[in-house]
Nanobody, 119 residues
Framework: QVQLVESGGGLVQAGGSLRLSCAAS????????MGWFRQAPGKEREFVAA????????NYADSVKGRFTISRDNAKNTVYLQMNSLGPEDTARYYC????????????WGQGTQVTVSS
């Protein structure tokens, strides 16, 4: 069982930056593949970024490539999402998720943290 707690959201002006954190419980965090997703009001949840358990492989949604960076610190049981050049279109609730396999569905989800970007 993995419990995930996101933090770091808030209100930021367009062009600004935020760094989200996702703290995981459990001693097996380093074996989980991690992802970030977001959901804007009235829209479906969408994939943002993912990182393999080794940290060696990452992938991103086209809409955030070059602006967002996902990373992890297995010693701290934490995954991060550095978000730069934020725009109003990035306003959403951001969720982190964990899964044990690289091909399966995400098994564990956090409660999310709100990011609001003002124009």
């Amino acid at each position: 069982q993995v419990q995930l707690v996101e933090s770091g959201g808030g209100l930021v002006q367009a062009g600004g930056s935020l760094r989200l954190s996702c703290a995981a419980s459990g001693r097996t965090f380093s074996t989980y593949n991690m992802g970030w997703f977001r959901q804007a009001p009235g829209k479906e949840r969408e994939f943002v970024a993912a990182i393999a358990w080794t940290g060696a492989v990452t992938n991103y949604a086209d809409s955030v490539k070059g602006r967002f960076t996902i990373s992890r610190d297995n010693a701290k049981n934490t995954v991060y999402l550095q978000m730069n050049s934020l725009g109003p279109e990035d306003t959403a609730r951001y969720y982190c998720a964990a899964k044990r396999t690289s091909w399966g569905t995400y098994e564990y989800w956090g409660q999310g943290t709100q990011v609001t970007v003002s124009s």
